[in-house]
């Protein structure tokens, strides 16, 4: 078969999840990992027979399984990171959070990312500014061994914390807290996609019906126990960006902002004591 007609193959068997131009973009992605080849190649191999079997990732596909998973990585900041079951895919609106952060972190700060999952805020944060004392916390073991792998494949020093924020531990003080936590009520799920119910982690996604701020009051009185108050930068739901704020004003922080990400939609809030 050739790449042409292996095209109109994929699209005709993921028509039931992506449209026709997805269904190509994801094949596109596949073939070049798994030959090898650079993006340029893909126009030219038109109209060549393709030589690998690609029928695995076709039915993983098929079946909802996103293509980081797929794959074995999601790209993030123009890094590779690992990523399976056990960690939330890092999106791209969350880039421009991180962007922010390192152009706006005063030189040389420690910064704690609570939530890492894959570490990617957090290795991102690294990378790009040396100078910062970075330390990553998590609930979950498994997704710190998933960080911690995707540190060290990246050469990123970093501080990595099993704990439960929930429960206000006692690991030190920071100058930037910095998360993207679970904000999403169970009652939504049956509105979400397939491939984000069925293959993220629910850690990651869920707080308890009428309680979306949870891990965001809780972060925020967990600071309020440090001799000075942090530079403070959440990641929120779209609906919830405007009461984070207000939650955030409330607990004592008087410089308080949002900002928009790629879809220019207001969602992170930006606090400074």
Not at 63 to 68: C, F, L, R
Request: net charge negative.
């Amino acid at each position: 078969m050739k790449l042409r007609e292996l095209k109109l193959f994929w699209i005709d068997n993921l028509s039931h999840l992506y449209d026709d131009r997805e269904a190509g973009l994801i094949l596109r992605q596949v073939w070049e990992e798994m030959t090898n080849h650079g993006s340029l190649a893909w126009m030219s191999f038109q109209d060549s027979e393709v030589e690998i079997d690609l029928s695995p990732q076709l039915e993983m596909l098929k079946k909802g399984t996103p293509i980081q998973h797929v794959l074995g990585f999601a790209e993030f900041m123009d890094l590779r990171f690992l990523v399976n079951s056990t960690v939330l895919i890092p999106r791209p609106e969350t880039e421009d959070l991180v962007r922010h952060l390192i152009v706006s972190i005063p030189q040389n700060s420690s910064v704690i990312d609570i939530g890492t999952g894959s570490g990617c805020i957090a290795i991102a944060l690294k990378i790009s500014r040396p100078d910062l004392v970075v330390s990553a916390l998590d609930v979950s073991e498994e997704a710190l061994s998933i960080a911690r792998k995707n540190a060290s494949d990246l050469g990123a020093e970093i501080e990595f914390i099993l704990s439960d924020i929930l429960t206000q531990p006692s690991i030190g003080e920071f100058d930037v807290v910095v998360s993207n936590p679970p904000y999403i009520e169970d009652k939504e799920r049956k509105e979400m996609s397939l491939n984000v119910v069925e293959f993220d982690p629910e850690l990651a996604l869920f707080v308890p019906d009428g309680d979306p701020l949870l891990f965001y009051d809780r972060i925020a009185k967990w600071t309020l126990g440090f001799s000075k108050r942090p530079m403070l930068t959440f990641e929120c739901h779209i609906a919830h960006v405007d009461k984070v704020k207000q939650l955030v004003t409330s607990s004592g922080w008087h410089q308080v902002d949002t900002l928009a990400d790629i879809t220019e939609r207001h969602r992170f809030v930006i606090s400074r004591s």
